[in-house]
């Protein structure tokens, strides 16, 4: 079973983002730790970033016609796209909100989450860790 990892905008430039919210990891990096954790777990994971909320859209639309299982960080636009929050309630497998930071200790506006209610569950404020445990979630949802 293959497993979806989804990434919003401004991840890709992680390194160069608040360091005390995001650490020292590039976006490579990132990629990088989250396969070994899949591989680790004898998962088999493809991981996509877009900055576009059309691009992400397209990407859900695709893993719901194909029943895969998502793992999604939709950075800034988890505030406010209802869009995303849509598509992603089309889904027809499971599906995981991550977060590196706890947007529930930083600014109000990223106190709402607009996805929080059509996923199974959120994992957030663990860095690169909140992707991992997802994985291991993930996992023993989808058996
Ligand atoms: C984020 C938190 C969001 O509030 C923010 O807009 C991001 C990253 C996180 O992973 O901590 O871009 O989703």
Same mark, same amino acid.
């Given at each position: 079973?293959?497993?979806?990892?989804?990434? @919003?905008?401004?991840?890709?430039?992680?390194?160069?983002?608040?360091?005390?919210h995001?650490?020292?990891? !590039?976006?490579?990096?990132?990629?990088a730790?989250i396969?070994?954790?899949? #591989?680790?777990?004898?998962i088999?994971?493809?991981?996509?970033?877009?900055? #576009?909320? %059309?691009?992400?859209? %397209?990407?859900?639309? &695709?893993?719901?016609?194909?029943?895969?299982?998502?793992?999604?960080?939709?950075a800034?636009?988890?505030?406010?796209?209802?869009?995303?929050?849509?598509? =992603?309630? $089309?889904?027809?497998?499971?599906?995981?909100? =991550?977060?590196?930071?706890?947007?529930?200790?930083? &600014? &109000?506006?990223?106190?709402?989450? =607009?996805? %929080? @209610? =059509?996923?199974? @569950?959120?994992?957030?404020?663990? @860095?690169? !860790?909140?992707?991992?445990?997802?994985l291991?979630? $993930?996992?023993?949802?989808?058996?």
């Amino acid at each position: 079973m293959k497993i979806l990892i989804l990434n @919003g905008p401004n991840l890709s430039r992680l390194d160069l983002r608040e360091q005390k919210h995001y650490g020292q990891m !590039d976006y490579p990096q990132l990629k990088a730790a989250i396969e070994q954790k899949a #591989s680790e777990l004898k998962i088999d994971v493809e991981i996509k970033q877009s900055d #576009s909320e %059309s691009e992400l859209i %397209s990407w859900l639309h &695709e893993a719901a016609d194909k029943k895969l299982p998502v793992i999604f960080n939709p950075a800034a636009f988890t505030h406010y796209s209802y869009a995303i929050r849509d598509a =992603v309630s $089309m889904l027809t497998a499971p599906a995981i909100e =991550v977060h590196l930071s706890n947007p529930l200790s930083r &600014e &109000e506006f990223r106190h709402t989450s =607009v996805i %929080s @209610g =059509v996923v199974q @569950g959120t994992i957030a404020g663990f @860095g690169v !860790d909140s992707y991992r445990l997802a994985l291991i979630a $993930m996992q023993k949802i989808i058996g």
